[in-house]
């Protein structure tokens, strides 16, 4: 028995979330269908994490373990030739059978882009939430810096949510802006990537922190009411969940013990 991990990306506006549901046409769904027309196996693959309906990934990683001997590099390959064109395996490499991509990680980033341009990019509609009203984008910055560090985050999490508990450590919660395409920076015009990386998130938590900071964004909260909801330990305090597809799964991270390299692995997947 062998362990197989992959680095995979996937454009989520046509399925059903990641995790595969009795409805079927999941990312999952696919990912197992393509493993059993290449192996014949009927197997289950674990991923870092859920994605919901609608929302993208730049770098899921999911493993599987299997009974096949077909090289690692050449997973990728082979896989891609049986999927959707828009789920695409990045790279493939074995790892100790003890690995599990959720349990093992150690770092996840995530990217919720928002323009505030007057009106949509055509061609990010499925990727960016358009917002036409300007935006305070240092007050946003501003009301990031309170959720920092290791916190309680049961206010940005789903009432649906089954962990349990909801502490978790932000190590990274940045805004970055660049011009739009019809106004300035300063006009609160521009396209922005809301970045955060921690240890670990909770169900919907990072579309509930954008759904808040978009309020900030517009006056109707201040930067420092960020620190207040975190506090409370009450979803109701907190923002609207903003829309999944502007939401992407950017990267998973892993310790030196696993010995992941997905720059060699995708250079040598050909």
């Not at 289950?44 to 990934?57: E, L, P, Q, Y």
């Amino acid at each position: 028995m062998r362990n197989i991990c992959m680095l995979v990306s996937y454009d989520g506006t046509g399925y059903y979330g990641y995790q595969s549901q009795p409805g079927g046409n999941t990312v999952q769904d696919h990912l197992e269908e393509a493993i059993k027309a290449l192996t014949g196996e009927k197997l289950k693959i674990h991923g870092s994490g859920r994605t919901d309906a609608g929302v993208h990934a730049l770098g899921q990683v999911v493993h599987f373990h299997t009974e096949s001997k077909i090289p690692a590099e050449r997973w990728a390959l082979a896989l891609n030739t049986r999927l959707p064109d828009d789920i695409v395996v990045r790279a493939a490499v074995e790892v100790p059978l003890e690995f599990h991509s959720r349990r093992s990680a150690i770092r996840k980033t995530y990217k919720y882009a928002i323009t505030s341009c007057r009106f949509p990019d055509v061609f990010d509609r499925k990727y960016v939430f358009h917002h036409p009203a300007p935006l305070r984008f240092s007050a946003m910055q501003e009301g990031l810096a309170y959720l920092l560090g290791e916190h309680d985050f049961s206010s940005f999490t789903s009432p649906l949510s089954t962990k349990p508990h909801h502490v978790r450590t932000l190590y990274e919660a940045k805004l970055l802006v660049e011009p739009g395409g019809d106004g300035e920076i300063e006009q609160g015009r521009a396209k922005a990537s809301l970045i955060v990386s921690g240890n670990g998130f909770l169900y919907n938590m990072v579309r509930i922190i954008a759904g808040t900071l978009l309020q900030v964004g517009v006056g109707k909260r201040k930067p420092e009411d960020m620190g207040i909801i975190l506090a409370a330990k009450d979803r109701s305090k907190a923002g609207p969940t903003a829309v999944p597809h502007g939401l992407t799964l950017m990267s998973v991270e892993y310790g030196p013990e696993w010995g992941i390299d997905w720059r060699e692995a995708i250079n040598r997947r050909h």
